[in-house]
């Protein structure tokens, strides 16, 4: 009973480095987000996927790209890190009764 | 500018009192949902608000959705140390999910 995974829990990099946080559901939900979550400012929306194949803009998109891989995967890649990108990543599904939103256990990521 | 804004950010409290954490949006939302996160971990789904004006209950906390679906309150009822943690709100806007600001409760022994 898995529900979100996501990878690495932890994560070091050097800014100008890429890298990329993958994210699984096994609940066959057709959305799924990527967010970050910093010190007074809950959680932000970086995109979004509605369906497979489908992306899109949340309020905070830029220095971000994902890829929607398929119905159960959605990956968030940083290009280029940057110090303003240290910070706890979280990816959810949302599905089920009541349309309910599920989150993986976050990713930290810290970029010197 | 944060869509949904939760006040108090911060509250410490003794065990045994009561208190209420506010969520506030010129926006409206199709329903509103409240989550409680612990250090380390997601936040965990409490509970789904979806008409204007409901008031749901759990166990010592309670939950109200505004009349006009742009609000909401969460009361806890003598709060207890196993209540201390971040609890957010998060509003519905089509296929977007939009999260406040978030209260963090400490309940001291």
């Known amino acids: 009973n898995a529900g979100v995974t996501q990878t690495p829990k932890f994560q070091v990099l050097k800014t100008g480095q890429s890298m990329t946080l993958q994210c699984a559901q096994d609940?066959?939900?057709?959305?799924m987000y990527w967010y970050r979550q910093d010190p007074g400012m809950g959680l932000r929306l970086i995109y979004y996927?509605?369906?497979?194949?489908?992306?899109d803009k949340g309020e905070v998109p830029n220095g971000y790209n994902v890829s929607r891989l398929n119905k159960r995967e959605f990956s968030l890649r940083l290009e280029s890190a940057a110090p303003s990108q240290t910070s706890v990543y979280f990816c959810?599904?949302?599905?089920?009764?009541?349309?309910?939103?599920?989150f993986g256990e976050g990713s930290w990521l810290t970029v010197v | 500018t944060q869509l949904l804004e939760q006040s108090p950010q911060f509250l410490s409290i003794q065990e045994g009192e009561n208190l209420t954490v506010y969520c506030n949006s010129s926006?409206?939302?199709?329903?509103l949902q409240w989550y409680r996160q612990e250090p380390g971990e997601g936040p965990v789904l409490l509970v789904t608000?979806?008409?204007?004006?409901e008031v749901k209950k759990l166990k010592r906390l309670t939950f109200q959705f505004g009349d006009a679906r742009k609000d909401s309150s969460l009361h806890i009822t003598a709060a207890q140390p196993g209540d201390t943690g971040l609890y957010l709100c998060?509003?519905?806007?089509?296929?977007?999910?939009?999260f406040g600001t978030g209260t963090s409760l400490t309940v001291i022994p």
């Open positions: 609940m066959n939900h057709n959305s």
């Open positions: 926006s409206v939302f199709s329903s």
């Open positions: 608000v979806v008409t204007g004006g």
């Open positions: 959810a599904s949302r599905g089920g009764l009541g349309n309910t939103i599920y």
């Open positions: 996927s509605a369906s497979e194949g489908t992306t």
């Open positions: 998060a509003g519905s806007l089509g296929n977007q999910f939009y």
